[in-house]
């Protein structure tokens, strides 16, 4: 047969062959109705809880300035974030947390890459790594002042010491299971030395990079929280350090106002970086 | 007044510093520290000198600070003082002047009445080791009651923090606690405790350390006159609440706001400051006793607490203002 | 000589199948009957509705339209990937289904022994998945099928990621054991010598809704080879059928 | 051609491939020397480390009992190590670990399962579960005064609470990423409620459980630190509060002392954990 | 007509390479020569040393005997699993070669819509990896590969993970395209039918060590097609002789 025919034909298989395989799209509902699924069971555990807890208010199973009425905390809650202190504290705190936060990344991300690649350096400093974020925070405090002196850096130091080795590990297990192809087909692309890290390593490592800056937040998170107590640096008040005076004056009602604040930071940032990880892995089509 | 270490109170030489890194903690037994920095009396006597201050919740921070050179001077109560002075072996601090005295006793649940009733029961202190539990301990082996270090014997005694200490006395967790200002106060306030025993009543004159004034030696060495003014400043503070008291408590209280965003109550900071006794004398007899009370109950290793005092300055500016001096003998 | 001669009782029948994912139709009125023994294999393009008929047969899924008996006989079912559990062993893999049906240890372990001889695979009983290659896995993930003891057989592209000459043996193997074990079975595939190599029956289903378009009698002599002149002359007219439906859904 | 020699060819085609197949098993080199391999490293940087210390106290940076040398450190370590009670302490804060840490497995697991099986209560308390994760141990003190007084109960409280987020959370990941032909297979077993929980489900989530454990290990041992604060339960003081008292007294000796004991018990479980994690992955065929 | 007759001058020169990974010898003193032009396919079970090769002569692993020499030619690589980088879109990995050769930006995006516009994906340059199947996975990688602008293009088994009618297609594809771009392919396969399907010469390796067995030479016209008389008469001849060497391995 004639090669042009040949050709042609196969021009229309190839078009339908492609065609088949690539599943129709769906359609995914529409927004309103997609945020409302997400949203009503949240709605009712809130409920549920605060259901709850009035009811044991009312049981008066122990005293009201122990155990306050909802009614109470959310008053407070809402004289609390209704001044502008608690917004510079929660200004300061943010800051100190996103700084830290990403000097713990730089630090990390370069402690991994170069752990990843040099095998002694990992056989000596590996477990260290990890036994490092077995650490409390408390006891750096110490280290912090010697080093730092008390500075907002003496802050930063113990949040950077909490959050680095997650960040480290991500990107070391990441660089780890790079697969073996992907590498080959660098090599033979001529991918050497930088331009193999930013072409091949980097981006193929983000997945778990990405895991390992979740978990790094929550490490730095809470040693803001105990190194925020280290120094208080005149102007607004840090989250840490009202956590801990509510403690102090024994306001319980306070207390819970600000375990409210923390959840609900710590949830919005997980929201985010869920929205980070899911994205990534959508485009990468690791989700389905 | 004075002693073998006189280098500091000889002259008023030696070059002002540029700033004076000053410490203290948001709490009423640091009401001189509070009102003076609140009124700007410490900025006033220092002149040219910057006042940096920096506050701290604990005291081992504090000495942390010290040591590392991040302040030069704090107040801070005299058990980390104590342990400060051991761990440098005599060399990095000095105290050079009282600033509180008083307000720290035993308060208890409704029922226990004598040292008796207190077998079997949980009493917190505010840590292993310091002021109040070494008070703690000594009182109950006077009264024939033992207590060892890991919260066992006649009586339990459990340090904790001051916020778990209220909120476990609150809900009878705990029988009693041994605490300081303003924390003495707001159990017997709020929590309906009573006194079993107000520590005044051990000592002599009624008089026992809460809080001085410390400064690390090379400082002094180095710059004697700042340290003058910064003494100059303390005692203003001190005269301003001997004199306006309703005014003091308003300006520490004021400062307490500043620097933690929730004032004390007016019946908690009243109580308080009628408890404490704001004076230049370090009661050095109680410092000494106090050490003595914990070598005795194991808590402290022996030290040689001769020359931790440094009253020279305070002395000099004492005498110049017409004021009788004070000591720093162990009896 | 072919079953299909002998014309055993029917026990898959399909009459009018669809099935609907929302308002896609994967398979629209797809009607089917599968004899006692025979072997009858399913061909079509990407996205016919292959796996979704054999989920429906192995009543994975529900179906949206017509009727589907089996009576009540019991189905296993084979997939691409061998699925099997890398925690057990390839003796615990095979026993799994054993032990699901409550039979007792000894017994268990007899017809472990017993099928993974069927399969050739008698030394191997100790090893993990992991250490076997893609071929030995998919003769372990058939010996968990028969341990199943079913009816039916359901395989869905089992050897499609398979490379050419494991697929060829496998071929032998699995004709074997059919013809041992008098196996009934649907057997899903995209590749045409396959389904001429192995089937009793072919069926050709269109793509996007997926309907029956050609149903092909295999007549030739078993065992066949798949590069037998007759395989590769019936496999070329079936391909040149294909490749038209498949061109239809050019752009 | 005959059926029997068709048949015979093919055992031997068969039996043939197989044997090409599988590779050929390589000898791993001697123990010793794997060993050494792995050793030498971490002697060396340990080494550094003491070099680079001791050079900094030679180098008089800051005064002696500020930053003590490592002899000092190592001969305190050694008195500390040797007394009885220090390891009487070891055993209290050892079991109050693993007890906290059984159950916030425990815990975490029922948690982790329920959540996975059920899309409402996912939606309502997945993002909860890891904004628990951020929330500072210290924060649970007041609750778990209110719960338990002040009881060992307390202390396992605030542990449990910082470790069984992570369990869940692993659980969870675990579970999600069953693959679907696992799933289907049991299905076409027969597998239902229970035995599918047991024979599928929970083997298949075994990997991520695993790390989900690391992680809450992490978690629960620095809230144990914390937590240990809160009570002083009669007995042997714990390593937290050996930890604090260093640090009250301002013995910087005693603190560097207590830092390295709970690095050390930071890396022995972290060993524990990789090491069961590679026999895992290996015995799964995970790891090449 | 097979280019072999025309005698072009040889690119890749093997003389008696051996390779060894420790003791253990996968490559016994082979010999071989690939001309300009030339599409050779290397056929073999497993483990005999066909990646291996592949490697030795891309450069990847040093051979351990005997001499390799391509006269410092450029090689690209292709591989059984596309290998696609899936953080960058299609165009953007087919543009990565031209990338680290440091081709300005317009001209990169130029010689991309041309080679996907040769691969037939000229609409799907914006698309992720993930979104296309296998098949079309497996031609932007041949898209990749000719980006890299190589006088010898190696694959190793790039179809083997296909299903049949795809890899069916891309032979037609990839015959096209080696003649259009006067490309010199070194290609290894399991599946004989595809080696004699696409192959000018087809060389037979032994197993463990690998060996040069047979050398056939293919000289039926093209364009071929893979259920042809003649390629599955050449296949059974070639498929035999595997076979053989393969039960040489049996327990
Ligand atoms: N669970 C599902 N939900 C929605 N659509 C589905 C689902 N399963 C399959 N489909 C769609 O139904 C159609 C038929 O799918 P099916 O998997 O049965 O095809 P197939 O013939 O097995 O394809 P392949 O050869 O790729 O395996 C496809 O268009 C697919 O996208
Ligand atoms: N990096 C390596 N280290 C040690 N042995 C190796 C390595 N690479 C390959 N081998 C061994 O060399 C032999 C040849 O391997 P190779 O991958 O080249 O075979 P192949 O013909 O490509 O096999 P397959 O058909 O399975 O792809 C095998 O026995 C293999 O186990
Ligand atoms: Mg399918
Ligand atoms: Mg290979």
């Given at each position: 047969m004639p090669a042009e025919t040949t050709l042609e034909r196969d021009d229309a298989q190839v078009s339908g062959l492609d065609a088949l395989e690539l599943a129709p799209r769906r359609e995914k509902g529409n927004l309103g109705r997609r945020v409302w699924r997400s949203a009503w069971p949240k709605l009712l555990a809130i409920a549920l809880v605060l259901l709850v807890w009035?009811?044991?208010?009312?049981?008066?199973?122990?005293?009201?300035?122990?155990?306050?009425?909802?009614?109470?905390?959310?008053?407070?809650?809402?004289?609390v974030i209704t001044t502008g202190d608690f917004w510079g504290g929660v200004r300061v705190t943010m800051t100190r947390a996103f700084t830290g936060f990403l000097l713990a990344v730089v630090i990390g991300t370069v402690i991994g890459a170069l752990v990843?690649?040099?095998?002694?350096?990992?056989?000596?400093?590996?477990?260290?790594?990890?036994g490092l974020q077995t650490m409390p925070s408390i006891m750096w405090f110490p280290l912090a002042i010697l080093l730092f002196q008390l500075s907002e850096s003496a802050i930063l130091f113990v949040v950077v010491l909490g959050a680095a080795p997650s960040v480290a590990n991500g990107l070391i297990s990441g660089i780890d299971y790079v697969p073996r192809t992907w590498l080959r087909a660098g090599q033979v692309m001529g991918m050497r030395g930088i331009a193999k890290y930013r072409h091949l390593i980097l981006p193929a490592s983000l997945p778990s990079f990405?895991?390992?800056?979740?978990?790094?937040?929550?490490?730095?998170?809470?040693?803001?929280?105990?190194?925020?107590?280290l120094v208080i640096v005149p102007g607004a008040l840090s989250i840490g350090v009202r956590m801990q005076q509510a403690r102090d004056l024994s306001d319980s009602s306070l207390v819970i106002c600000y375990i409210i604040v923390v959840l609900i930071i710590g949830i919005l940032i997980d929201v985010l970086f869920n929205k980070a990880d899911n994205s990534l892995r959508k485009r990468w089509g690791l989700l389905s | 007044g004075g002693d073998d270490n006189g280098a500091a109170s000889a002259t008023g030489g030696g070059s002002d510093a540029a700033t004076l890194r000053l410490g203290y903690f948001p709490n009423i037994t640091h009401a001189p520290a509070l009102i003076g920095v609140n009124k700007g009396f410490f900025q006033t006597a220092l002149g040219s000198t910057k006042l940096d201050t920096k506050t701290f919740?604990?005291?081992?921070?504090?000495?942390?600070?010290?040591?590392?050179?991040?302040?030069?001077?704090?107040?801070?109560?005299?058990?980390?003082?104590?342990?400060g002075w051991a761990q440098s072996k005599g060399t990095g601090l000095k105290i050079i002047a009282g600033s509180t005295s008083g307000g720290a006793g035993l308060v208890v649940k409704e029922g226990i009445n004598s040292p008796a009733d207190l077998k079997g029961k949980k009493i917190a202190t505010p840590q292993l080791g310091n002021t109040q539990?070494?008070?703690?301990?000594?009182?109950?082996?006077?009264?024939?009651?033992?207590?060892?270090?890991?919260?066992?014997?006649?009586?339990?005694?459990?340090?904790?923090d001051n916020a778990t200490a209220l909120q476990a006395f609150a809900q009878g967790a705990i029988d009693g606690a041994w605490v300081p200002e303003p924390n003495y106060s707001r159990l017997l306030l709020e929590s309906k405790g009573k006194v079993l025993v107000d520590e005044k009543t051990l000592w002599p004159n009624q008089l026992f350390v809460t809080t001085h004034l410390i400064v690390t030696q090379k400082f002094?060495?180095?710059?004697?006159?700042?340290?003058k003014k910064l003494l100059q400043g303390h005692l203003e503070s001190?005269?301003?609440?001997?004199?306006?008291?309703a005014d003091a408590q308003k300006a520490a209280n004021a400062q307490l706001e500043a620097l933690s965003g929730k004032p004390l109550k007016d019946n908690v900071l009243e109580a308080s400051f009628k408890n404490l006794t704001f004076t230049a004398d370090p009661v050095a007899a109680s410092l000494f006793t106090s050490a003595k009370h914990a070598k005795e109950v194991g808590l402290l290793k022996p030290v040689d607490l001769n020359g931790i005092y440094d009253l020279g300055p305070l002395n000099e500016l004492l005498k110049a203002a017409g004021k009788p001096e004070v000591s720093d003998a162990a009896a | 000589m072919s079953l299909l001669d002998q014309k055993t009782e029917s026990v898959v029948r399909l009459e009018g199948v669809s099935k609907s994912y929302g308002d896609l139709l994967a398979l629209d009125r797809v009607s089917l009957t599968v004899r006692q023994g025979e072997f009858v294999c399913l061909l079509g393009a990407s996205g016919c509705g292959k796996s979704t008929l054999l989920s429906l047969v192995a009543g994975l899924d529900a179906i949206t339209g017509g009727t589907l008996d089996i009576g009540g006989r019991k189905v296993s079912l084979m997939f691409q990937e061998a699925a099997l559990f890398p925690w057990l062993s390839v003796r615990g893999n095979v026993e799994l289904p054993l032990k699901l049906q409550g039979v007792s240890r000894a017994e268990r372990r007899r017809r472990a022994e017993e099928l993974l001889d069927i399969v050739r695979l008698a030394g191997f009983a100790d090893k993990r998945p992991h250490e076997l290659s893609g071929g030995m896995r998919q003769r372990v993930a058939l010996a968990r099928a028969l341990a199943q003891d079913?009816?039916?057989?359901?395989?869905?592209?089992?050897?499609?990621?398979?490379?050419?000459?494991?697929?060829?043996?496998?071929?032998?193997?699995?004709?074997?054991?059919?013809?041992?074990?008098?196996?009934?079975?649907?057997?899903?595939?995209?590749?045409?010598?396959?389904?001429?190599?192995?089937?009793?029956?072919?069926?050709?289903?269109?793509s996007r809704p997926g309907r029956v378009i050609e149903d092909y009698a295999i007549t030739h002599e078993r065992p066949r080879r798949i590069d037998s002149p007759e395989v590769s002359g019936q496999a070329a007219e079936i391909t040149d059928r294909l490749r038209s439906e498949v061109a239809r859904h050019a752009r």
């Open positions: 009035q009811s044991v208010v009312w049981a008066e199973w122990k005293p009201i300035y122990v155990l306050p009425s909802p009614a109470t905390v959310f008053t407070d809650l809402g004289n990843s690649q040099f095998a002694p350096l990992r056989a000596a400093i590996g477990s260290l790594i990890t990405i895991s390992g800056l979740k978990q790094g937040w929550a490490f730095s998170w809470r040693s803001l929280m105990a190194g925020e107590l | 919740n604990a005291g081992p921070a504090a000495i942390e600070a010290l040591f590392s050179g991040a302040i030069d001077a704090t107040y801070i109560g005299p058990n980390p003082a104590i342990n539990d070494v008070a703690l301990r000594a009182w109950l082996k006077e009264n024939g009651l033992n207590a060892d270090q890991q919260g066992g014997g006649d009586v339990s005694v459990l340090p904790q002094l060495k180095e710059h004697p006159a700042t340290v001190l005269d301003y609440i001997e004199k306006n008291k | 079913a009816d039916i057989l359901l395989m869905d592209e089992p050897f499609g990621a398979l490379d050419a000459m494991t697929r060829d043996i496998l071929h032998d193997e699995l004709e074997r054991i059919w013809r041992e074990q008098h196996l009934t079975v649907l057997f899903v595939t995209h590749n045409v010598h396959e389904a001429v190599r192995l089937g009793d029956r072919v069926i050709l289903l269109s």
